[in-house]
């Protein structure tokens, strides 16, 4: 079985701080891992993914994540946070082989201005 | 301009009756999804169809039948409406199966009254 945990229902910080959102993951062999983001009233869009190789990530919008075996998580970072990353922010964890794709069951962050 | 086109976007129905979401994506994809948001749960995934056949089905009811006339529609009919069928269902698309971003609908909000 695979699953994402995200653990942090809510996440509230002022703009120019340092954002991370915590991803963790089960999995018995290795992952492929996502970000998506969702606005307010808009559907899902694609921030960054890890397949191999490189264990830090960058993606869209300034955002990345560190992909780490050891703990796995798979954590979503940006600095300076902007007023504009408010949003729910969904972790996915896509078995290797077997095409599933889990959601986790994300995190609502609000940038304060 | 949208790439995925869902329709409609907002839906009401009663009890008992029988819906067609519609779904269309322009991206030139081999493989679609559905996936349902509701507030009691995260994001969950429902079907997937790769080159036109189901590959995926982690719906328990056969209220829920996906159909695709073509390549690149992925319609969702759902017969005897429940109320707790209420959600948000999303549209997705990738080019291949694994390790491929998903690309999402604006989603169809059904509310079953």
């Known amino acids: 079985a695979q699953s994402v945990d995200q653990p942090d229902a809510h996440v509230t910080l002022s703009e120019g701080a340092s954002l991370e959102l915590r991803c963790s993951y089960s999995y018995s062999a290795a992952p492929y891992l996502f970000w998506y983001v969702q606005y307010p009233g808009q559907s899902l869009q694609f921030l960054l993914k890890?397949?191999?190789?490189?264990?830090v990530v960058k993606g869209t919008k300034g955002f990345e994540a560190e992909f780490r075996k050891s703990n796995s998580s798979f954590n979503l970072k940006k600095s300076p946070a902007h007023w504009s990353d408010s949003a729910k922010y969904f972790c996915?964890?896509?078995?290797?082989?077997?095409?599933?794709?889990?959601f986790g069951a994300g995190t609502r962050l609000k940038v304060i201005a | 301009d949208p790439k995925i086109i869902q329709k409609p976007k907002y839906l009401v129905a009663v009890t008992g009756s029988e819906k067609i979401l519609i779904c269309e994506q322009y991206?030139?994809?081999?493989?679609m999804y559905w996936y349902r948001q509701s507030a009691k749960k995260p994001l969950e995934f429902m079907f997937s169809?790769?080159?036109?056949?189901?590959?995926d089905n982690q719906t328990a009811s056969s209220r829920f039948q996906p159909q695709s006339s073509k390549k690149n529609h992925l319609d969702l009919q759902i017969t005897a409406l429940k109320p707790d069928d209420s959600a948000t269902y999303f549209c997705a698309s990738s080019h291949n199966r694994e390790s491929d971003t998903l690309y999402f609908g604006a989603g169809t909000r059904l509310s079953v009254l």
């Open positions: 890890y397949i191999t190789g490189d264990t």
């Open positions: 991206l030139g994809h081999n493989a």
């Open positions: 996915a964890l896509e078995g290797r082989g077997n095409y599933k794709y889990v």
């Open positions: 169809y790769s080159y036109q056949k189901l590959m």
